[in-house]
T-cell receptor, first 116, second 112 residues
Framework: NAGVTQTPKFQVLKTGQSMTLQCAQD?????MSWYRQDPGMGLRLIHY???????DQGEVPNGYNVSRSTTEDFPLRLLSAAPSQTSVYFC???????????????FGPGTRLLVL | SQQGEEDPQALSIQEGENATMNCSYK?????LQWYRQNSGRGLVHLIL?????REKHSGRLRVTLDTSKKSSSLLITASRAADTASYFC????????????FGTGTQLKVEL
C-alpha cells in the first residue's frame, strides 16, 4: 500500500491565484482530514470527511473548499490564495473506530505552500 | 483554541537518558494519541490511549492518562539520537466526529 499520498510537495502561488492540493489514500479509510501546520504551532483542522459525499468544517475552514466524491480522494481547494495561507498542509486518513472511538490517523508527507 | 498543551516546549537530553513529555487538555476526551514528527516530514502515530485506560506501553514508550487532571505523559526510555523529533499529543473528544485536536508539541533533541 502507498498509504496517504499528497501532491504537489511544494508550490509557490501569487496572491489571488487558486489551486488544488491533492490527497489520496489506498487503505479504504472512511475518514479523511486536512490540517495546516504553522511554525511553533500544532496542526489545525481545516476540513474533514466521514465518508464519500460527506464533508464538514474544522477549526480554520475559511478560504478553503473540499469535496469527497470517492473514498480514495479528498482534494483541498484554495479559492483565492492569500499570504496568510502560507503553511505546510497535511492530509490524513483513518478508519472507523469501535463504538465511536476514533482510531489512528495516517498522515501524508505534506505540501509546502508559499503564497507571495 | 488548542485543546492540548505540551510541556516542555523543548527538551534536550543525552543518549541513554529517559525523556518525559506532558500534555494537558481542557475538555472531556474519548481518546488521546501521541504522534511523532521528524523535521520536514509527516506525523507518525506512536500510541493511542482510550479514556478508560490509565497506562499503556509500546516498546520503549509508556503513556499515562489521568482524566481527573486532564493530563497525559509520554515517557521514552533509554533514548537514542534517532528519537530526535517533535512530539505531539492529540485528543479526540466525545461527540467530536473524527476530529483530533493537536497540541503545540515538544521538540526533543537527543545528543550523543
Amino acid at each position: 500500500n502507498a498509504g496517504v499520498t499528497q501532491t504537489p510537495k511544494f508550490q509557490v502561488l501569487k496572491t489571488g491565484q487558486s489551486m488544488t492540493l491533492q490527497c489520496a489514500q489506498d487503505m479504504n479509510h472512511e475518514y479523511m482530514s486536512w490540517y495546516r501546520q504553522d511554525p511553533g504551532m500544532g496542526l489545525r483542522l481545516i476540513h474533514y470527511s466521514v465518508g464519500a459525499g460527506i464533508t464538514d468544517q474544522g477549526e480554520v475552514p475559511n478560504g478553503y473548499n473540499v469535496s469527497r466524491s470517492t473514498t480514495e480522494d479528498f482534494p483541498l481547494r484554495l479559492l483565492s490564495a492569500a499570504p496568510s495561507q502560507t503553511s505546510v498542509y497535511f492530509c490524513a486518513s483513518s478508519k472507523r473506530g469501535l463504538a465511536g472511538a476514533k482510531e489512528t490517523q495516517y498522515f501524508g508527507p505534506g505540501t509546502r505552500l508559499l503564497v507571495l | 483554541s488548542q485543546q492540548g498543551e505540551e510541556d516542555p516546549q523543548a527538551l534536550s537530553i543525552q543518549e541513554g537518558e529517559n525523556a518525559t513529555m506532558n500534555c494537558s487538555y481542557k475538555t472531556s476526551i474519548n481518546n488521546l494519541q501521541w504522534y511523532r514528527q521528524n523535521s520536514g516530514r509527516g506525523l507518525v502515530h506512536l500510541i493511542l490511549i482510550r479514556s478508560n485506560e490509565r497506562e499503556k506501553h509500546s516498546g520503549r514508550l509508556r503513556v499515562t492518562l489521568d482524566t481527573s487532571k486532564k493530563s497525559s505523559s509520554l515517557l521514552i526510555t533509554a533514548s537514542r539520537a534517532a528519537d530526535t523529533a517533535s512530539y505531539f499529543c492529540a485528543t479526540g473528544i466525545t461527540g467530536g466526529g473524527n476530529k483530533l485536536t493537536f497540541g503545540t508539541g515538544t521538540q526533543l533533541k537527543v545528543e550523543l
